[in-house]
């Protein structure tokens, strides 16, 4: 970083007044940062000179709560977690369990899990739209996607009868099979969330005002990304292709041919775009499925209470925020000795410092924005 | 607590169960491989390598695991670039001892690994790899709030997910859970 000025350093080069570092709170209740999570910024006039990130105002000790859970109680902690992405997150505990316990889940149930994962990421990924678009002042796209987004929460109701926090799936598969005329009514939504998605990406994408705020913001390199241990579209928008669906393929994910969308600047704009590509390829995965589904079973046989053997398993998943991973340690009990979540939204939070100091007070919002942090996650 | 019903007993497993399975751990010939490249790299070290499930999962003394960490991650045989939990087990209970636990991952050969090691409780002290992977630092401010382990010559010492005056290691086994009355 350039050598600040200091009152000394100014008074021997004769500039006259003086200036004073001013620290800004910003939060922990503030609607620009998309929960209970709160910043303190220096600031040397408008530019940024060092924020200091505060964590864990909605900590509930879900990781503790766990161990005195059965596994089947756990999805619905899993549930408020990442609260706009809930099937995501339980598919990582279901996962982790069956990898344990050596459990294969009937081939229409992978289908169904990895459906509603892809629609959960399309919902996140609209939610993310909107409320990046409002940090950066542009109030329209927010309400376009929420339509879009009521969509598929209306799907999500008539499949697990809750909008969020669906506890649908189980150990070996998901709770029951899809409705009647699902098909039908997922086809309607799609073709009406692509436009959507198309109008939004034609309102903001190419706006003068909107690329200005965000194109050349906050770049982070490849390396140094990896090294905070970014994860998701903010390490894709760096120009590193590491996604769990391709990297591990779990689920089918084999079987469906997608694309994962690279940054090459690592800057606010790529870490926008990579999301709203995303969509777009998750909607393609969405079609496919459902070309592939077949009937047959979607569950398979379990103890009505899962206990899995003794041992350790680390289980993740792609999740709309990036990788999100789940480490178990069992001692053969019903409920974990020791449970862990890798949460994604934590791992990017940690790297706001670097990205914010050195911009300006009002980039750091769109930076936060970027980030897309889920403070359910990120406390636990 | 639910009023009316008399207090848990934890010391007592809920249901007892005579026969306790093991998974079986299933190495795949790129995590074999893997392990044996470990004990070359680590050759120099005191090291006991081990797998669960699909993972190698590498036992080594807690003053070496900053040392061993840096090789991990420069070695172009291993190159584990990538970070991807750090973690506190608590065995005080049974063996007293804390196991802390890395989860590796290296992009370049898709290899994964887990590192462990193992600190007792009057001085629970491993040296920290926050200058190996910048990610971990909120991981070690974390485990010391939940666990009480001293991550030695870590950036940022501050409390993160507890408020500041919080006393106690709530982490750990012994602290209670759900010990207030009805509000």
Known sequence: MKQRDTLDTRAAKGVPGRTVDMMINIGPQHPATHGVFRMVLTVDGERVIDAVPHIGYLHRGSEKLCEYEDYAQIITLFDRLDYVANFNNELVLVMAVEKLMGLEVPERAA???????????????????????????????????FRDRERIQALFESVSGARMMHNYFRVGGVKEDLPDQFNERLESALSEIEDGVDEVDRLLS?????????KGVARIDGVSALDWGLSGPCLRASGVPYDVRTEEPYLLYERVDFGVPVGSQGDCWDRYYTRVLEVKESIRIVRQIMCQMAPGEVQTKTRRIVRPPQGEVYAHAENPR???????????NDSPYRLKVRPPSYCNLQALPQLVVGHYLADAIVVLGTLDIVLGEVDR | MIAGLPPKDKNVPRRRHPVIESAPPRLTPVGEALAKQISDVLSDFDVSITAELDEVCCLVRAPDVERICRLLKEGPLTSMKYMRLLTVVDYLEDEAELEVVYHLYSLEHHHKMMLKTRV????????????????????????????????????????????????????????????????
């Open chain 2, 120 to 183: 007792s409780d009057p001085s629970p002290e491993v040296p920290s790899v926050a200058g190996v992977w910048r990610g971990a630092g909120w991981y070690e401010r974390e485990m010391h709030d939940l666990f009480g382990v001293f991550f030695q010559g870590t950036p940022d010492t501050r409390t993160l997910i507890l408020p500041d005056d919080f006393e106690g290691f709530p982490g750990r086994k012994n602290y209670p859970i759900n010990e207030y009355d009805e509000w």
């Open chain 1, 111 to 145: 289908y169904i899990r990895m459906l509603m994962c892809e629609l959960n990421r399309i919902t996140s990924h609209l939610l993310f739209i909107g409320t990046f678009a409002l940090d950066t002042g542009a109030i329209t796209p927010v309400l376009y996607n």
């Open chain 1, 206 to 214: 190419t706006n003068e005002i909107f690329l200005e705020r965000t």
């Open chain 1, 322 to 332: 990036g990788d999100f991973g789940v480490y178990i340690v069992s001692k053969g």
